[in-house]
């Protein structure tokens, strides 16, 4: 089964506030993570986005498709980055928790659907 | 080195004559190509367990050419004649890679390849994928791996490049005299951009992927090998040589950026140091300067200081105000600033930068803002360097690069910034050869 795991938010919302030495700990958290994932062989794919800050998102309007500047949710809710892992839920969940358990934010964890023929990362 | 590897090494290196050889009989450098991947998939799945062949070269023809005309008889009977030379073995090219005259062939194949693949109708992201396969001897999994794309957006990638060459009407040969300096600098373009997707990655994890720059070094260092006359090709090797030789201290243990004044300077490869500062002794002075040859000399200076404190900065900055005249540019005038800092001090840094605010192609980017905070940091003002930090995080593409930017940010948050003991005050102070330690600038 497959499962992305989603993390919000962007600098403003999550890190700007923070010491050196809790980015420095987030920063490691993530490497080991990370690390561990791919040497388990439990990782698909795995993507940061560049600052919800830095996102246009295409409306609809008049009649037409506007692009403007800024993302779709608010930053603090929007999409900063996921893993697409290949591992059952409770893993998934088990992998969520050790990045909340430091970041104290939340994650989100959803089952890929089948049928995607995309071709895989 | 192992067996593999060897044999790895060999095809990689025939690749491109075996390939200019075919097409030179045959023109169709797109079915050509197709061949010669074919061949050298046959070659590393046999030689391996086989044994190399006695003569690897006319191997590699043989199935190659028989793989070119088994696509053609699936063709049409149109090419039956074309399908009846390339069986030939007195077809009108030689194997051996000399031709009549005694003039080495693969050495002049190998040159109009790169030409070819570097050709201006091509978009850089194709230019780059189709020199890796067609001169780098690269399979499409290997160029996808090393680009982080799926093998699907390589392969297309490839044959819309070899398609847009067909319908440009380029053919196999040199190019034009007039437009020869030209052609020449978008190859070196095209690979320095390999070097440097290797180098600093453009997106992802890792900051470095250490097969595209050995990659690019190869493959510069042949064209060298063919080209020894032509100042800016030794120097783009330099540059590549004397900038890669610090790639052992450019990351810690985690993966982090650590900045040039940082590193620890005995993880320096020497034998690169060494073997850059000589050929670009070799050459300045001896042909034209030109912009590689000045950035192969900067990186020299920095590589020649044993320590931060030792760097030549009034040299480099001698040296980037030459650059600034030959080839003037957004790029050139922000690495100036932080040499100019480093001599005349942080105002005179930020004075220079703020002509960039109102370029355009300058205005929005992520660097500016880094080298801005660093020259505010320097000159004591960390409410504004703080912000231009998180500024150039919130804009940079590089997870590497936004970790280590939102960490200096934090480090200003602090009460007391406990970064150097010695380093802030009246003197220049080695903050600002943090800058060149992410080596963006070029």
């Given at each position: 089964m497959k499962y992305m795991i989603m993390m919000f938010g962007g600098l403003g919302a999550t890190l700007q506030d923070r010491t050196p030495e809790w980015i420095s700990g987030m920063h490691e958290l993530m490497m080991k993570l990370d690390t561990e994932l791919k040497e388990a062989g439990e990782v698909v794919a795995s993507h940061g986005l560049v600052d919800p800050s830095q996102a246009k998102t295409v409306r609809f309007t008049g009649g037409v498709p506007v692009p403007t500047d800024g993302p779709f949710a608010e930053i603090k809710e929007s999409l900063a980055g996921y893993w697409i892992v290949d591992v059952d839920e409770e893993r998934a969940i088990d992998i969520a928790s050790r990045v909340v358990a430091y970041t104290e934010y939340p994650m989100e964890v959803r089952r890929i659907m089948h049928g995607d023929d995309a071709p895989q990362l | 080195m192992n067996a593999d590897h060897r044999i790895g090494d060999l095809l990689r290196e025939l690749a491109p004559q075996v390939l200019g050889t075919l097409v030179r009989r045959h023109g169709q450098f797109d079915a050509c190509?197709?061949?010669?991947?074919?061949?050298?998939?046959?070659?590393?799945?046999?030689?391996?367990?086989?044994?190399?062949?006695?003569?690897?070269?006319?191997?590699?023809?043989?199935?190659?050419?028989?793989?070119?005309?088994?696509?053609?008889?699936?063709?049409?009977?149109?090419?039956?004649?074309?399908?009846?030379?390339?069986?030939?073995?007195?077809?009108?090219?030689?194997?051996?890679?000399?031709?009549?005259?005694?003039?080495?062939?693969?050495?002049?194949?190998?040159?109009?390849?790169?030409?070819?693949?570097?050709?201006?109708?091509?978009?850089?992201?194709?230019?780059?994928?189709?020199?890796?396969?067609?001169?780098?001897?690269?399979?499409?999994?290997?160029?996808?791996?090393?680009?982080?794309?799926?093998?699907?957006?390589?392969?297309?990638?490839?044959?819309?490049?070899?398609?847009?060459?067909?319908?440009?009407?380029?053919?196999?040969?040199?190019?034009?005299?007039?437009?020869?300096?030209?052609?020449?600098?978008?190859?070196?373009?095209?690979?320095?951009?390999?070097?440097?997707?290797?180098?600093?990655?453009?997106?992802?994890?890792?900051?470095?992927?250490?097969?595209?720059?050995?990659?690019?070094?190869?493959?510069?260092?042949?064209?060298?090998?063919?080209?020894?006359?032509?100042?800016?090709?030794?120097?783009?090797?330099?540059?590549?040589?004397?900038?890669?030789?610090r790639r052992a201290a450019r990351t810690d243990a985690d993966g982090a950026i650590v900045p040039l004044a940082e590193q620890h300077r005995q993880l320096w490869d020497t034998a690169g140091i060494s073997e850059g500062v000589a050929l670009l002794t070799a050459t300045l002075g001896s042909s034209p300067v030109g912009p590689y040859q000045l950035q192969a000399a900067i990186a020299a200076v920095h590589d020649e200081a044993?320590?931060?404190?030792?760097?030549?900065?009034?040299?480099?900055?001698?040296?980037?105000?030459?650059?600034?005249?030959?080839?003037?540019?957004?790029?050139?005038?922000?690495?100036?600033?932080?040499?100019?800092?480093?001599?005349?001090?942080?105002?005179?840094?930020?004075?220079?930068?703020?002509?960039?605010?109102?370029?355009?192609?300058?205005?929005?980017?992520?660097?500016?803002?880094?080298?801005?905070?660093?020259?505010?940091?320097?000159?004591?003002?960390?409410?504004?360097?703080?912000?231009?930090?998180?500024?150039?995080?919130?804009?940079?593409?590089?997870?590497p690069e936004q970790r280590y930017l939102t960490l200096r940010a934090a480090r200003l948050h602090q009460p007391i910034p406990p970064l150097l003991p010695d380093g802030l005050g009246a003197t220049p102070g080695p903050y600002a050869g943090r800058l060149t330690g992410t080596d963006r600038r070029r």
């Open positions: - | 190509e197709d061949a010669v991947q074919e061949a050298l998939l046959a070659a590393a799945l046999q030689w391996p367990a086989q044994g190399v062949p006695e003569r690897p070269r006319s191997w590699l023809l043989r199935v190659a050419g028989r793989s070119l005309v088994d696509g053609w008889r699936a063709d049409s009977a149109r090419r039956r004649r074309e399908a009846a030379a390339a069986l030939d073995p007195a077809g009108p090219a030689p194997a051996a890679g000399v031709d009549d005259n005694g003039h080495d062939t693969d050495r002049d194949d190998t040159l109009v390849l790169l030409f070819l693949c570097c050709h201006p109708a091509l978009s850089p992201p194709s230019q780059l994928a189709l020199t890796l396969r067609a001169v780098g001897g690269l399979s499409t999994a290997q160029i996808a791996a090393a680009f982080l794309v799926p093998e699907a957006t390589i392969a297309r990638r490839i044959s819309r490049a070899k398609q847009r060459i067909r319908q440009a009407g380029a053919r196999f040969e040199p190019p034009p005299p007039p437009q020869r300096t030209q052609r020449l600098g978008v190859v070196l373009q095209v690979l320095y951009l390999v070097f440097n997707e290797g180098y600093t990655t453009s997106s992802g994890p890792a900051l470095q992927r250490t097969e595209l720059t050995a990659e690019a070094i190869r493959l510069t260092r042949l064209l060298h090998h063919l080209l020894p006359g032509e100042g800016e090709v030794a120097g783009l090797l330099a540059l590549m040589l004397l900038t890669d030789a044993p320590t931060p404190e030792d760097t030549d900065w009034p040299q480099i900055l001698a040296l980037y105000q030459v650059l600034a005249q030959i080839a003037p540019g957004p790029v050139v005038t922000l690495s100036r600033a932080v040499a100019l800092a480093m001599v005349h001090g942080p105002k005179a840094g930020l004075a220079l930068l703020g002509t960039l605010d109102t370029d355009e192609r300058m205005a929005h980017h992520h660097r500016l803002e880094a080298v801005r905070a660093h020259l505010l940091e320097q000159a004591g003002d960390t409410a504004a360097a703080r912000q231009s930090y998180l500024q150039a995080a919130k804009t940079t593409t590089s997870l």
